[in-house]
T-cell receptor, first 121, second 112 residues
Framework: GAVVSQHPSWVICKSGTSVKIECRSL??????MFWYRQFPKQSLMLMATSNEGSKATYEQGVEKDKFLINHASLTLSTLTVTSAHPEDSSFYIC?????????????????FGPGTRLTVL | AQTVTQSQPEMSVQEAETVTLSCTYD???????LFWYKQPPSRQMILVIR??????QNATENRFSVNFQKAAKSFSLKISDSQLGDTAMYFCAFSGTYKYIFGTGTRLKVLA
């Protein structure tokens, strides 16, 4: 159990275009999901918290108009990188929390998707 | 603000040997959770072990165990009988009020 998928696993796009990345919790529901960015050989940097039915919460320094997040259902969150530029090239990872009781709690363990490698030419 | 520090950027260990990865953290909270995640070359983050701060007993998962010292704010990971498949980046993470805070990671290489 506790499987999180991401699609696509990798994407190459031209500068100025938009790219959508999907994150799905396959066998559990998640009212909250998290989006991270990871640069090569570095740690994960939290970008935003995706909330089902409400607006996402962005971390300081993350442009919310550039990184659009939509939490459409209890199993799906999407991250859209708008007007992508080469500096947006990175590895993007999502996660969803699951507690021992199967609920969604702030202290739950996070389960991660396999990540999406974005390359902007 | 909480911080997580992993002071060993890289480590290596011979196959079948034991290795300990260090992690220290800083927080003013009393109730929190600590985690170790493994990120192999595939870059999939895999949960290795989880520790609740209110539990004094150290968590254990097969060959993986932790030494949790709450007063010292230390949370080290011990890997026994190291295997080649343990080669990966290991991240220590703190979770207090909702979000994870990750350390900078330790790159572990298991040598044949």
């Amino acid at each position: 159990g506790a499987v999180v998928s991401q699609h696509p696993s990798w994407v190459i796009c031209k500068s100025g275009t938009s790219v959508k990345i999907e994150c799905r919790s396959l066998d559990f529901q998640a009212t909250t999901m998290f989006w991270y960015r990871q640069f090569p050989k570095q740690s994960l940097m939290l970008m935003a918290t995706s909330n089902e039915g409400s607006k996402a919460t962005y971390e300081q320094g993350v442009e919310k108009d550039k990184f659009l997040i939509n939490h459409a259902s209890l199993t799906l969150s999407t991250l859209t990188v708008t007007s992508a530029h080469p500096e947006d090239s990175s590895f993007y990872i999502c996660s969803a929390p699951l507690g021992l009781a199967g609920g969604d709690d702030s202290t739950d363990t996070q389960y991660f998707g396999p990540g999406t490698r974005l390359t902007v030419l | 603000a909480q911080t997580v520090t992993q002071s060993q950027p890289e480590m290596s260990v011979q196959e079948a040997e034991t290795v300990t990865l260090s992690c220290t953290y800083d927080t003013s909270e009393n109730n929190y959770y600590l985690f170790w995640y493994k990120q192999p070359p595939s870059r999939q983050m895999i949960l290795v072990i989880r520790q609740e701060a209110y539990k004094q007993q150290n968590a254990t998962e097969n060959r993986f165990s932790v030494n949790f010292q709450k007063a010292a704010k230390s949370f080290s990971l011990k890997i026994s009988d190291s295997q080649l498949g343990d080669t990966a980046m290991y991240f220590c993470a703190f979770s207090g009020t909702y979000k994870y805070i990750f350390g900078t990671g330790t790159r572990l290489k298991v040598l044949a």
